[in-house]
């Protein structure tokens, strides 16, 4: 109606000058308080808010807080507890459970300079504090009642409170969750954590001990804001891609569709127009708002012609479109604007009647589900951008496609899902609710019975509102791809019931919904059990042969890193190798080992912590290699996807971990990068049958099939190659070696090499098998000769290198070399550091190039470190 009473003309000029005008004039000042935190535990200070939020106050000698984080993190940075990531320490700080919550609640305090003119707002944003919070500033209190819950964003107009001088003075009371239930080594201890709306985990699991603190603290990001008269806030963006899409060529338009809540927080009423600029198009919408509303405002649709699409890792680009939501008054001010990133795609599920589970597509297309389990960044919340990117990138080095965010942790930051957007990782997000805690099954750990556990936790409203803001949070990153009601379980049904007719329908609209991880809907348990796992280690032949869960979103093993990794954190003196049958070490306990049981000794005993090592290596790699070959091998057949419990250690766990706490790769992760190549060769273990897996959208042809077999001398024993074909998405089978392998494999074992050739010769994809003798001894690996491995190393360019690795012709293979970046005068491993492979073997007069980047190191004097089975270990300075 406002847009009609103006004339067209004058209209073009309006938008000529609007055009002009947003692209000059600045919508808002966003900046953090992040720095020069003062706090002190409740205990120890007399004053109240009203006093400590004055500017006069004096608190220059309380300790310095971690502001975002945790106090057991501003504890550790002022040396007033031991690392509890290291050996025994987290038993000699004191746990919130025996001392009470009190010992944990503390005063944050903040001065920051703030003032605000003419019709300028200025809001005070939390976007995470555990568990509740009182705010005073400048001598008054800022919320009117007490926040409450870890996963709800606060936001404040604090506009009128501000000191006309600009010296504000900010003071915020945090306490623990009121219910941090008893660590009595059960999965969430007692399970009353789960009582409240908190990270369950840090009450204890089978993978961590107890934090001490349970994560109190003002955890996540505080922000202040500054905009004029309106306000916008949680811009929503919806990308419909209709049809079957192709990642290359031309594409048919997408119907990009958006809306955002806008308020007017004075006194005065506002006209003017919420809008974006696309592709050369201006979407607007005229708006009036009264004096004091808020309500969320569509715009219309856009037909974007020719979208670049965005798609899963393995099967296209990650194209993002970046717009500014703006809402501008008539004269073409922009009187507040946030920014989106989003990609355009569209996902969808369909269920597959022969596996009897869903089907994930992403613009049409069918996608075989690769994924990890995803805890936590880091048990005590200490975040960064750095560090996300670095995790999410090392899944996409593994060419996995999902991550799978376990509901017993938190709703991931969105630096987490711009790191997935990048990267390529879809998400698959739990809410905050775990059979473990919530009552699924009959729990002597647990202090209350399954019916009360059930009904966790006490308050569902709050748990409601928290999952809406959650969901506006997170909604806008291409890669969120499903939302799950919880691991292992539903919430109860009124909370189950709003938050998927209700809540996800209105607030997103776009993502299917799965009631609970290991749901029938998701994955039909026909086998019985829990419907997931197991989680210990495997004969690789059961990968292969053994039917299990057809959408498995917890199926795991073991992950000891090697021998730097274990020297991190722990001491010197339990650095011991466990042995078969044999209870391992106290801190290795602790730290929660799972034994390697019979899976060892085959490389001959392990003489000490760094032998063990080293021969958990050669198993980790074999163990996650054949996990993911097993699965793809039956591809829509038996299944529609696997996630592996799990990829990630938030802590420094001795279990499920394809890099450490410390952000150091181990086997596990090469040998899951080779088994999930898009394009990938593999045998089966069972019958030595060559399979070729294609991942991708299109035939590949003129394929040549090459299967060799080497003694532990190195030398052809048998060859094979052919030249195939694959169609798309599917795994097919070529030939089988059973014979060769059977008049070869004496009791020395045999290498099997693997290739998979373009029609230029272009190396696709190679794989390499070494096979123990008729007895199960890997006996010829235990007398290889060694092999005279030359390396050199090049910088061609800032932050990365070619590492250059040839085996002369005349001697054994180069067997599975480490590679490790380190500082050249300490030996201390650069982290993180990406490879481009790790644990490689050179065949007899072949050459390979690894490639290595990091982040930059400055000055420091750098060296590349190599070592494998039979080769000597070698350092090259980095010129």
């Known amino acids: 109606m406002f847009a009609a009473l103006i004339k067209p003309f004058r209209y073009f000029l309006l938008l000529l000058s609007t055009i002009c005008l947003t692209s000059q004039v600045p919508a808002q000042q966003r900046y953090e308080l992040n720095s020069d935190w003062y706090c002190a535990n409740i205990n120890d200070v007399k004053a109240n808010g009203e006093q400590l939020s004055q500017a006069g106050f004096q608190v220059n000698t309380w300790m310095r807080a971690t502001v975002p984080g945790t106090v057991l993190t501003t504890l550790l940075n002022n040396n007033k507890v031991p690392d509890p990531f290291y050996g025994m320490n987290n038993k000699l700080i004191k746990d919130v459970y025996h001392t009470g919550n009190a010992y944990y609640t503390y ?16 809001w ?43 010296n504000n003075r900010l003071a915020v009371l945090v306490y623990p969750p009121d219910f941090p239930g008893d660590p009595n080594g059960g999965q969430g201890g007692d399970g009353t954590i789960a009582k409240g709306l908190t990270t369950q985990y840090t009450a204890g ?38 049809g079957k899409r192709l990642p290359m060529g031309a594409q048919a338009p997408a119907v990009i569709r958006t809306s955002s809540e806008i308020s007017n927080p004075t006194t005065k009423p506002v006209q003017g127009f919420l809008q974006y600029n696309l592709a050369g198009k201006l979407v607007r919408t005229p708006v009036t708002l009264k004096p004091g509303e808020k309500r969320e405002v569509k715009l219309p649709d856009l037909s974007l012609a ?11 680009e990650q194209y ?106 879809l998400v698959f997000q739990d809410f905050w609710f775990s059979g473990d805690c919530n009552g699924k099954w009959v729990d002597p750990l647990k202090k209350e019975d399954q019916w009360t556990r059930r009904q966790y936790p006490d308050n569902h409203q709050l748990a409601l509102e928290a999952a809406a803001d ?176 799990k ?45 070729v897996v294609n991942n991708g959208f299109k035939m590949e042809r003129n394929l040549m099939v090459q299967a060799n077999v080497y003694d532990m001398n190195g030398k052809l024993q048998f060859s094979n190659q052919l030249f195939a074909e694959i169609g798309p998405s599917m795994v097919k089978k070529m030939f089988p070696i059973n014979d060769p392998l059977k008049k070869g494999n004496d009791k020395n074992g045999v290498f099997v090499v693997l290739k998979l050739l373009a029609s230029d ?32 190393v090049e910088t061609v360019a800032k932050g990365k290198l070619n590492l250059t690795l040839e085996n002369p012709s005349n001697g054994p293979i180069a067997f599975f070399n480490r590679i490790a970046l380190e500082n050249a005068n300490t030996g201390m491993r650069i982290l993180p550091t990406f490879f481009s492979d790790n644990y490689v073997s050179i065949l007899p007069g072949e050459k390979k190039t690894v490639t290595i980047e990091f982040p930059d190191q400055g000055t420091l004097p750098l060296a590349v470190r190599v070592y494998g089975w039979n080769v000597k270990d070698q350092q090259l300075p980095v010129k």
């Open 205 to 242: 699991w089978d993978w961590i001990q107890p934090i001490r603190d349970r994560n109190t603290g003002i955890w996540d990001k505080v922000t202040i804001e500054k905009t004029n008269s309106v306000n916008v806030e949680n811009p929503h963006v919806v990308t419909l891609v209709p």
């Open 647 to 691: 990829t990630q250690n938030p802590w420094t766990a001795l279990r499920g971990q394809m890099y450490d706490y410390y952000l150091d790769v181990n086997a596990c992760l090469y040998g899951l990068r080779k088994g999930s190549e898009p394009l990938h060769i593999m045998m089966n273990p069972l019958d030595s049958m060559i399979q």
């Open 761 to 792: 010769q272009k190396l696709l994809s190679e794989n390499l098998y070494w096979l123990p003798g008729k007895d199960g001894q890997y006996n010829g690996l235990q007398e290889m000769k060694p092999a005279d491995l030359k390396v050199a």
């Open 107 to 122: 005063w944050f305090v903040k001065s920051f300079k703030q003032v605000a003119q003419g019709d300028e707002q200025v």
């Open 320 to 425: 993002l479109y970046q717009i500014r939501m703006q809402f501008v008054n008539a004269a073409g001010k922009v009187l507040d604007e946030e920014p989106v990133q989003f990609g355009v795609r569209e996902i969808s599920n369909v269920w597959n009647d022969r596996t009897q589970s869903m089907e994930a597509r992403v613009n049409g297309q069918k996608i075989f589900i690769k994924g990890g389990n995803w805890i936590i960044s880091d048990a005590m919340l200490r975040f960064s951008d750095a560090r996300y990117d670095a995790e999410v990138r090392f899944h996409r080095d593994m060419n996995l496609n999902l991550i799978r965010i376990w509901g017993g942790a938190l709703t991931e930051r969105p630096e987490f899902y711009q790191a997935c957007d990048k990267y390529g990782l």
């Open 470 to 645: 959650q969901i506006k949070l997170i909604r806008n990153h291409p890669s969120l791809a499903f939302w799950c009601g919880g691991n292992e379980i539903t919430p109860p049904d009124d909370i189950l019931e709003p938050l998927k007719n209700k809540l996800l329908p209105e607030l997103d609209g776009t993502r299917y919904f799965f009631d609970f991880s290991n749901t029938d809907s998701m994955s039909y348990n026909s086998i019985g059990g829990n419907g997931d796992g197991p989680y210990n280690i495997q004969d690789i032949r059961t990968f292969w042969g053994h039917k299990t869960y057809p959408y498995n979103s917890e199926v795991g093993s073991v992950g000891v890193g090697d021998y730097a990794s274990l020297q991190r954190f722990i001491p010197a003196k339990n650095l011991i190798a466990p042995q078969n049958g044999e209870k391992a070490d106290s801190v290795w306990e602790y730290h929660k080992y799972i034994p390697y049981n019979q899976y060892i000794d085959p490389y001959g005993k392990a003489k000490n912590a760094a032998d063990f090592a080293m021969k958990a290596q050669l198993v980790n790699y074999n163990q996650y290699r054949a996990l993911m070959e097993g699965f793809s091998s039956h591809m829509w057949d038996w299944y529609t996807g696997s996630i592996i419990w």
């Open 124 to 166: 005070l944003q939390f976007r995470g504090v555990n568990y509740k919070a009182e705010i005073f500033l400048n001598g008054k209190k800022v919320n009117a009642k007490t926040h409450e819950g870890m996963h709800l964003r606060q936001q404040y107009n604090i506009t009128k409170l501000l000191a006309p001088n600009g």
């Open 306 to 316: 020719n979208p670049k699409l965005w798609w899963p890792n393995g099967y296209g």
